[in-house]
C-alpha cells in the first residue's frame, strides 16, 4: 500500500454550504460551543448534515424574520463542524460545533427551507511584523486584567487564550467573549486583516476595562451605604432597647402619636369630627414612617391639632376705652367711628360674641387698614390680615382637597392656626379686586365665609370637617362697590370712608404723619418744624388725592434729603471737636420747593368756564373728587354729535340724553331753528382724554355746556354743577357729594348746584367745608338754567 498523506479539514471544505440562520451574535472561527436549534426546518438542516459530512454555515441575521431568506442575512459568516447531537424533547436538537473558517456567500442556491448557497472560504491577511506581535501582547495583557476583575471569566477561557497562538484567532476568541454589540462583531468578524480586527478588537477591552472601573465604583459606593444603614439599624435598634428599659418613648412615630392623642382627646369631640379623627388617629399608627402617605396624615393630624375648637371666652371690653382707643389712632372718621362704636355697644348689651362682617369702603390711603387694626385693639383681640387683590383660585379661600400632593388648608383655617383663638379679627383687604379664572371664582367662595347663616359649620376642602367661624370678626375693605358681586355685599355692612379735606390733612400730617416720618427717616422732633401753612402747602400743591399717602410720601422724601444733608455736613468736618451744633430746619414753601420740586397742583390754579359752549361739573373718582371742565363746539357740516374724552358707556348715554334735551329746550324755548342742527356738527369733549370716565352724575353739565354754545353765552362765574339728568328735564340724585364739594373748595366755587335729593347729604359734608359756598337744589334743568345761563 502506497503511504496517504493527512490533508486538514479546512482544506477540503465544500463550496456548497446549507446555512442556518443566527438570531443572536455571530460566532467566530476557532470556537468550540453548543447551539440550540428550536425552528423545524434548521433541525432538518441539522440532520441531513450531519447524515453527510456534518458540515454548516452560521450566519446572522441582517433583518430579523420568522422565515427568513438569504437576502435577510449577512454576507459573511463561520463554517462549522457539528461534532455532536442532542435530540430535544421538544422537537429541537443541542449540537456541538467546532467553528473553522470564515466564507463569503457568493451565490445563492435556494433561498429559503433551506437556505443554501455557493460560497468562498476566506483567509486572514497576516503581517508578520513587530506591531503585530505587540498587539497580541498587548491583547493577552489586557485580557488577563479583565479576567481576573470579572468572576463570569472561567479559568477554562484563560486558559484557552493563552494557549492559543495565532494572532487572528487570539482577536476572535476575545471578541466572542467581550460583551459587545452584535452588530459591531459582526464588523469585526468581516475584517480580514488580522492587524485591523486586533486594534478594533483592543478598542472594545479598553471600553470593557471602563465599565469594570465604573461597575467596580458603583459596587462600592453601595456597599458603603449598605454597611452605613446596618449600623444605623443596629444603633437604633439599641437605642431602642436602652429606652425600653428607662421607659421612654421608643420611637419617634409613637411619640407623635401619642402627642396628637393626647391634644385631640382634650378637645372632647363628638360626632362626625371624633369619628373622623380617631380613623386618622388609627391610619396614622398603622402606617410605615418611610411612605408618602404618613406625612400627609401627619400633616393633616397636626392641622386638626392646632386648630382653636374650644369655644371662646365671653367678651370684655370697656367701651369707652374702645372710643378712647379710636380717637387716639385716627383723626377724623366721625362717621365711621361713630358707626364702629355703636356697633361695639350692640355687641356689648346683647353679650353676643358671634363675629359680625364689616366693609369698609374708601378710596386709597384713607386709613381702612389701620381702622381694622384700631378696632381688634379696642376689642383686646388678635388681629389677622391677608389680601384676596389679584386672587382667582377659590382654593386660597376655601383650602386644596387632600387628594392633591402639597395640600394645605385655604386662608380661613391657616389664620385661625395662627392666631389661635377663635374669636379674632380678620382683616379681607382689597375684596374688589378679586379674579374669575379655570380654578373657580373666590367671590363665590366667599360667600359662605361671610354669611352669618351658613359659617357656623364652615367646610374647608382640606380639613373637610365642619367648623365653626361665626366668631371671627370680619373687615373687608375696597376701594369700590362697583365690581363687588351683589350677593357677597348683600351679606356686610357698608361703612364709607370719604376721605380727608386738607384741615384734616393738616391735622394728620401734625399729629401722626410728622413724628413717624422723622423717626423713619432718623431725625429727632426738634431738628425739624413745619408751619400750618407749609403743610397746607404740600397738601394742596403735591398730595391732593382723598387719603394720606402721597402726603406721606411727599414728608419721606424731605426728609430724606434733610438727613443726607446733615450727614454731608457731618462729614465734612476735619476734627470731631469741631462737630457743629444739630442744624435746625424750618420748612416754607421755598424749602418744599427745593426738595419736592414745584408743585403738581399751582396754587391758584382754577378750572373755569370763560367762554361759550363750557361748563364746570364735579366728579367722583377713587382717589377723592375732581373738578372736570366740559366743552362743546360746533363747525358747520353735516348734522351728527360727537362724543370724546376715553367716556365709559354710562357717560356716553348722559352725553346723549344732554344733547336731545339741550336741542329741545333750544328750538322750543329759545328759538333756535331746527335747520341750525342739520347744517352744524356738535362736539363735546372732556379735557385729560387719557383719563378714564364714567357715570351719570355729569348730564346738567354736559346740557349746559351745549346750551351755553347754542346760545353764544358764557355760564355764571364760579359756579360749579353735579346731577344726573333725565330724558324729560329731571335732576336725579348722585353719591360722593362731600368730596365733590371739597373739589369745588379747592377749585374756589362759590356756588354748587346739586339735586334736590341730595340735601340729605349736606348734613354729613363738615360746616368748614361748606364755608363761603352757597348750595343751590334743583328739581328740574329749567332751574339749571336759571342760574348758570339767566335770561
Excluded at 426546518?41 to 453527510?52: F, Q, S
Aim: proline content about 5%.
Amino acid at each position: 500500500m502506497s503511504e496517504q498523506s493527512v490533508v486538514p479539514i479546512d482544506q477540503i471544505l465544500p463550496n456548497k454550504l446549507p446555512l442556518v440562520a443566527l438570531m443572536g451574535r455571530p460566532i467566530f472561527p476557532g470556537i468550540f460551543t453548543p447551539i440550540m436549534i428550536g425552528n423545524p426546518t434548521d433541525v432538518k438542516v441539522i440532520d441531513d448534515a450531519v447524515a453527510r459530512d456534518g458540515l454548516i454555515g452560521l450566519v446572522m441575521l441582517a433583518n430579523e424574520s420568522e422565515t427568513p431568506t438569504i437576502t435577510d442575512l449577512y454576507k459573511v459568516g463561520t463554517v462549522a463542524k457539528i461534532v455532536k447531537k442532542i435530540n430535544l424533547p421538544d422537537g429541537g436538537v443541542n449540537i456541538f460545533i467546532s467553528t473553522l473558517k470564515r466564507f463569503m456567500i457568493k451565490k445563492t442556491l435556494n433561498p429559503v427551507n433551506p437556505i443554501v448557497g455557493a460560497v468562498e472560504y476566506l483567509d486572514d491577511e497576516e503581517d508578520d511584523t513587530s506591531e503585530v506581535k505587540a498587539l497580541t501582547r498587548a491583547l493577552i495583557s489586557e485580557m488577563k486584567q479583565i479576567s481576573e476583575n470579572n468572576p463570569l471569566f472561567s479559568e477554562e477561557m484563560r486558559l484557552n487564550m493563552i494557549n492559543i497562538d495565532h494572532p487572528g484567532k487570539i482577536a476572535d476568541f476575545i471578541a466572542s467573549i467581550l460583551n459587545i454589540d452584535k452588530a459591531e462583531q459582526q464588523k469585526i468578524l468581516e475584517v480580514l486583516n488580522v492587524r485591523k480586527r486586533m486594534e478594533q478588537v483592543l478598542v472594545f477591552i479598553k471600553k470593557e476595562q471602563e465599565l469594570l472601573r465604573i461597575q467596580k465604583r458603583i459596587q462600592k459606593e453601595i456597599n458603603e451605604k449598605i454597611e452605613k444603614s446596618q449600623r444605623d439599624y443596629f444603633l437604633k435598634e439599641e437605642l431602642k432597647a436602652i429606652k425600653t428599659e428607662l421607659g421612654m418613648t421608643t420611637d419617634a412615630k409613637s411619640s407623635e402619636y401619642q402627642r396628637f392623642k393626647d391634644k385631640l382627646d382634650a378637645f372632647h369631640f363628638t360626632g362626625e369630627i371624633k369619628e373622623a379623627v380617631e380613623q386618622e388617629l388609627e391610619k396614622f399608627s398603622l402606617m410605615d414612617p418611610n411612605s408618602g402617605e404618613f406625612i400627609i396624615t401627619r400633616n393633616y393630624l397636626d392641622t386638626i391639632a392646632n386648630l382653636p375648637w374650644n369655644e371662646p371666652a365671653p367678651e370684655q371690653f370697656d367701651l369707652h376705652l374702645a372710643q378712647n382707643i379710636l380717637e387716639n389712632d385716627h383723626y377724623g372718621l366721625k362717621d365711621v367711628k361713630s358707626r364702629i362704636v355703636e356697633y361695639l355697644a350692640v355687641r356689648k348689651l346683647k353679650q353676643d360674641s358671634k363675629g359680625s362682617i364689616v366693609c369698609l369702603v374708601g378710596p386709597p390711603g384713607v386709613g381702612k387698614t389701620s381702622v381694622g387694626k384700631s378696632v381688634a385693639h379696642a376689642l383686646g383681640k388678635e388681629f389677622f390680615r391677608f389680601s384676596v387683590g389679584g386672587m382667582r383660585d377659590e382654593a386660597e379661600i376655601k383650602g386644596h382637597r387632600r387628594t392633591y400632593i402639597g395640600a394645605m388648608p385655604g386662608k380661613i383655617l391657616q389664620g385661625l392656626k395662627i392666631v389661635k383663638t377663635k374669636d379674632p379679627v380678620f382683616m379681607i383687604d382689597e375684596i374688589d379686586k378679586m379674579g374669575v379664572s379655570f380654578q373657580g371664582d373666590p367671590a363665590s367662595a366667599l360667600l359662605e365665609v361671610l354669611d352669618p347663616e351658613q359659617n357656623n359649620s364652615f367646610r374647608d376642602h382640606y380639613l373637610d370637617l365642619p367648623f365653626d367661624i361665626s366668631y371671627i370678626f370680619f373687615i373687608v375693605t375696597a376701594n369700590t362697590l362697583d365690581t363687588i358681586p351683589v350677593p357677597l355685599m348683600d351679606r356686610m355692612e357698608i361703612i364709607q370712608l370719604p376721605g380727608y379735606i386738607d384741615t384734616e390733612k393738616l391735622e394728620i400730617a401734625k399729629r401722626y404723619l410728622v413724628p413717624k416720618s422723622l423717626t423713619k427717616n432718623g431725625l429727632k422732633k426738634q431738628q425739624v418744624k413745619y408751619t400750618r401753612e407749609s403743610l397746607l402747602y404740600i397738601a394742596n400743591g403735591y398730595a391732593r388725592e382723598a387719603g394720606v399717602r402721597n402726603f406721606e410720601k411727599n414728608l419721606d422724601k424731605i426728609h430724606r434729603k434733610l438727613a443726607k444733608q446733615i450727614v454731608e455736613t457731618e462729614e465734612a468736618t476735619v476734627k470731631p471737636e469741631e462737630k457743629p451744633e444739630t442744624e435746625k430746619f424750618i420748612i416754607d414753601k421755598k424749602l418744599i420747593e427745593k426738595h419736592l420740586g414745584k408743585p403738581l397742583f399751582p396754587e391758584g390754579e382754577v378750572k373755569k368756564a370763560d367762554r361759550p359752549g363750557m361748563s364746570v361739573g364735579l366728579a367722583w373718582t377713587s382717589m377723592g373728587g375732581d373738578t372736570l371742565v366740559i366743552e362743546a363746539a360746533s363747525v358747520p357740516g353735516k348734522e351728527g354729535f360727537t362724543l370724546t374724552g376715553k367716556m365709559g358707556d354710562i357717560m356716553k348715554e348722559s352725553g346723549a340724553i344732554a344733547m336731545t334735551v339741550a336741542r329741545k329746550l333750544g328750538t322750543e324755548r329759545y328759538g333756535i331753528d331746527a335747520a341750525w342742527f342739520e347744517k352744524n356738527h356738535i362736539h363735546l369733549h372732556i379735557p385729560e382724554g387719557a383719563t378714564p370716565k364714567d357715570g351719570p352724575s355729569a348730564g346738567i353739565t354736559m346740557a349746559t355746556a351745549l346750551l351755553s354754545l347754542l346760545r353764544n353765552k358764557t355760564i355764571t362765574d364760579k359756579l360749579a354743577m353735579t346731577g344726573e339728568l333725565s330724558l324729560t328735564g329731571q335732576v336725579l340724585p348722585i353719591g360722593g357729594l362731600k368730596e365733590k364739594t371739597v373739589a369745588a373748595r379747592r377749585n374756589k366755587s362759590r356756588h354748587i348746584i346739586i339735586p334736590k335729593q341730595n340735601l340729605r347729604d349736606l348734613d354729613d359734608i363738615p360746616e368748614i367745608v361748606k364755608k363761603g359756598i352757597e348750595f343751590h337744589p334743583v328739581e328740574r334743568f329749567e332751574e339749571v338754567l336759571a342760574l348758570a345761563l339767566p335770561d
